[in-house]
């Protein structure tokens, strides 16, 4: 390229991104300027970012366009380039467990970044030590130490190499319908062979066993000792979430405690989703009285506002990485932004009270769903949860498809995707108003009655 053209081009770049700030200064666009952002959106993702999107996204409206651009949010609520309101139902698979950009998370982040946006790497960066100390008094049983990440599937890769390092052991049991993430050795847990395919082999050393199958369970843990492949540890999202909203059986997740102690086995906790009050306790494992010995992190952690995640550890298995810190590092986590945003997120779930009332909402609206889909059988199998992680099961795909279609035509996000609706996911933030959820159950009656089993 001669320098000429390149200098015009950077010039149209230019341009275009200082175009681009000015609307993200602005505090109200006008029709205009929506009508340009949705153009250059979809045009963004169809050239640039993946066509695919365009196909497979929920947000689909009535007629098929794939208009439907985010623009802000507040409370439980988002709303598109054209001011159109949404509840969010889906909450972003559970990252709103204290609402949308909650006033005390951005305030904290935005304080900490009038100081300090990322730490030097080299001296000791206080609010890292801080959290930790918080996640240590917060987390079930001994848990106490602390490793920071940016997201979920970093969380399960420290809980990986840190169970593998603490028991010098490689192999790893793992459950049917479990999610764990998308990175190689978080995948190698994750049970959706569409998913994983491809990408075989993952990490050696593998092993899925039914969800909720004690008996398989052990038999799994019997063979790995009589063939020399001791378990390292045992990993499972104690309610699955991407799986569909399963429940483990009475008795379940305490047996497994069991077996990993019979054989030495760690215990690893993804709640990843659970976590941070969405079952009605601050973590899953509460509910079931059971203490893992690694605790994985994220989504809800940062509140919302930032991407943060985190594991909390036994001292007794933290410390194989005492000697050397370095054995697994990340430039970003734990970085004081997202520091300061779990902070605040925590303070909020406890003085707020936001995991009770997530058991509280979550029980009414499990219940007023359920009134609304009596007479519905033919379409809805089941509708299933705890706390403010609700699943509506249908018999079809197509028609979790069509409902979830209709709800968000009239202003109610829920999850489910042309590919993916057989169980369409409710998890809103735990702040959402009774009036919200009845709106939510009312919405949800009106489609079901439309929609053709
Ligand atoms: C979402 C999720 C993950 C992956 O988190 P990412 O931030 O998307 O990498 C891992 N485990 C569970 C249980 C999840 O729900």
Redesign the pocket.
Known sequence: MSIDINNRQNQKVSEYINKVLDLIEKEEINEAEASWITKETVDGFREHVNPGFLEYRKTVTEGGQFAAVEWSDNGSCFKDVNGKEYIDCLGG??IYNVGHRNPKVVKAVTDQLKRQALHSQDLLDPLRAMLAKILADITPGDLKYAFFTN??????EAALKLAKMYSERTTFISTTRA?????LG?LSGTAKGMFRKPFLPLIPGFRHVPFGDIDMMQKTFEVCAAVGEDVAAVIL?PIQ??GGIILPPEGYLKQVRELCDQYGSLLIF?????GMGRTGKMFAAELYDVVPDII?L??AFGGGVM?A?AIVAKEEVFKSWFPNPFMHTTTFGGNPLACAAAIATIGVLIEDHLPERAGEVGAYFLEELKKASKGHEDKVQEIRGQGLMIGIEFHQDEIGYEVSKGMFDRGVLVAGTLINSKTIRIEPALTIAYEEVDKVVSTFKEVLGQVKA
């Open positions: 698979f559970g997201s979920g599937t970093e969380s399960v999610f764990h993430g998308k990175s978080s999202e979430g991407e993804d709640e990843v989703q659970t994985c994220a989504k991407p995640g």
